[in-house]
């Protein structure tokens, strides 16, 4: 089955900078991979998702990037805000399986 | 639409008792998951149902858990007996028809003392 590993497991950048998470995932098959955002006691909820026939996407000041030959995906925040600190999970799954499998996460920290 | 809804948002039980979570998916979502999140494991699928069928239960840890979905908006995640590292938050998410994207309850906080 499809297995996904992230780094950091922790990251902490100056109000401003750029941060940046990183995830590999095993499975050939998966052509679907969001990330999430969970703040702490919420729910995690979707801020950006990419499929396999797009490169790079952008909303604002997140963007994606997916290399399918080496089989890894990456979130770049930048200009980051005190409210980008949160925890952050990618995932991948194949379209049609459902089945999304989620990396262990990033506690991003956002220092004033 | 009220989104996807868990009950109880948070439960503390002694180990040995029966524990119930429960989920109503947003309507018109065909599928449903259940996630268990703890800091050691991070969110793992625990089984997931489409059209109330589950597909996959691969990831129920042991025969003390089990989950049923009567009907398209209702589920339940049964632990007997619960244990001490049965504590976690439990989530139910469900997602729109071919989108991907999951939308996940609020969460069950469950401690077992």
């Known amino acids: 089955g499809e297995n996904v590993e992230q780094h950091p497991s922790t990251l902490s950048v100056q109000e401003g900078d750029s941060a940046v998470i990183k995830c590999t995932y095993s499975?050939?098959?998966?052509?679907?991979f969001p990330w999430y955002k969970q703040e702490l006691g919420k729910r995690p909820q979707l801020i950006i998702d990419i499929r396999s026939n797009v490169g790079e996407k952008k909303d604002q000041r997140i963007a994606v990037t997916l290399n399918k030959t080496a089989k890894h995906f990456s979130l770049h925040i930048t200009e980051t805000q005190p409210e980008d600190s949160a925890v952050y999970f990618c995932?991948?799954?194949?379209?049609?399986?459902?089945?999304?499998?989620f990396g262990q996460g990033t506690r991003l920290t956002i220092n004033p | 639409d009220a989104g996807v809804i868990q009950s109880p948002r948070h439960e503390v039980t002694e180990m040995g008792q029966e524990v119930t979570l429960r989920c109503k998916p947003i309507?018109?979502?065909?599928?449903l998951f259940w996630y268990r999140q703890t800091m050691m494991r991070g969110l793992e699928l625990l089984i997931y149902?489409?059209?109330?069928?589950?597909?996959?239960d691969s990831g129920m840890p042991e025969d003390r858990f089990s989950a049923k979905m009567p009907n398209a908006s209702f589920s339940t995640l049964k632990i007997q007996p619960s244990e001490p590292r049965d504590s976690a938050v439990y989530f139910c998410a469900s997602p729109p028809t071919n989108t991907g994207e999951l939308f996940f309850g609020e969460g069950s906080r469950l401690t077992v003392l």
């Open positions: 149902f489409n059209n109330n069928v589950p597909i996959d």
């Open positions: 499975d050939s098959a998966s052509n679907y």
């Open positions: 309507s018109g979502h065909n599928s």
């Open positions: 995932a991948a799954s194949a379209v049609g399986a459902q089945k999304l499998v």
